[in-house]
């Protein structure tokens, strides 16, 4: 398992070496070491294992499903879609390969198709835990907050340690208004993940909306540490410094943001720095 940043969301991805692919024959090693690779984030190197996997052994399900996983993380998710397809065609009962395919679908934009494969892969296994933070990250995105915090909490009590869910239902719990619950789970998202941007950043968002705005200040800056072409971070800190009336501080960091593309600290520029 392994969590990928697609398009402002994050989706969780399977990458598995196990039977059917030919027991102690090339195909099983080359599986295997795509798998590893993809554990250290060397994604081309896992793609071109997977595809001589394939070459070696057409009708292995879990090379297609990988090299899926795979192609999400370099954001080729129409590839990962047919790779996915193909695995799903060759098995139907897969639920990797249909939790796979939602990930890559969500990250696309097709939040409907992407519940509807991770409803799938967790009818298949009900224990499968990926599938419920993405599909709470597709009903996130479709402004279903009470059905992400449902998913994301699910997921809680199948992995207390998966921080993604964490991060979900916090960013759920700051759109419906509970700023002390979506400070906890971000809170605890960090606690698990210390580098996790999107917790940060919801984070701060509750933070502006309790009035801490030091602390949502504090928040964005930690982000944009970690990531220096973070726009939200420089868009909230921008909230942030505006609330606090330092005008020149807000201006500066709502200009970074709007160069990095996000169209809402455009619109606070013009509104208050023109």
Known sequence: MRYVKAIGVMVVVAVLALDGCGKGSEAESLLERGKMKFAT?????????????IELNPTCVRAYSNRGGAKIALK???GAIIDCT?????????????NNRGAAKIAFGDNSGGIADCTKSIDLNPANDDAYSNRGTAKLNLCDFQG??????????????????YCIRGGAKVRLGDFHGAIADCTKALEIAPNSIAAYCDRAVAKIGLKDYQGAIADCIRAIEINSMCAEAYNNRGVAKHLLEDNSGACEDFRKAGELGNAHALELFKEYCQ
């Not at 984030?41 to 996997?53: L, N, R």
């Not at 193909?86 to 249909?98: F, R, S, T």
Request: net charge negative; glycine share 2%.
């Open 41 to 53: 984030s060397d994604y081309q190197g896992a793609i071109e294992d997977f595809t001589k996997t």
């Open 76 to 78: 080729d998710y129409q």
């Open 86 to 98: 193909k695995a799903i065609e060759l098995d139907p009962d897969y639920a990797v390969a249909y």
């Open 148 to 165: 992400a915090i449902a998913d994301c909490t699910k997921e809680i009590d199948l992995n207390p340690k998966h921080y993604l869910a």
